[in-house]
């Protein structure tokens, strides 16, 4: 996992609701991106059910996580 990864693990672990909707009001996030945000970080599910329920591949997935990652850390 790298240094990105857990540090924006790490900041979404030890925030709440407000802080959360704080960040997001920040950083500009496409629909796709909101779901994806929303399903991974809030909900805590598996890359390949994200796959499956907006049907893009799960590499897609892995791409806009690490899109949102770093909108996340350029609001640091």
Known sequence: MS???RKV???LK???RKEIDELLDEIILSDRQSKIFHLFYIK?????FI???IGVSSD???K???AIRRKILSTL
Request: charged share 25%; proline share 0%; aromatic share 4%.
């Open 51 to 53: 796959s499956d329920t």
């Open 3 to 5: 240094d990105s990864v």
């Open 9 to 11: 693990n790490r900041i």
């Open 14 to 16: 030890n925030s709440n």
């Open 64 to 66: 806009e996580l690490a």
């Open 60 to 62: 897609t997935v892995y």
């Open 44 to 48: 805590k599910e598996c890359v390949n």
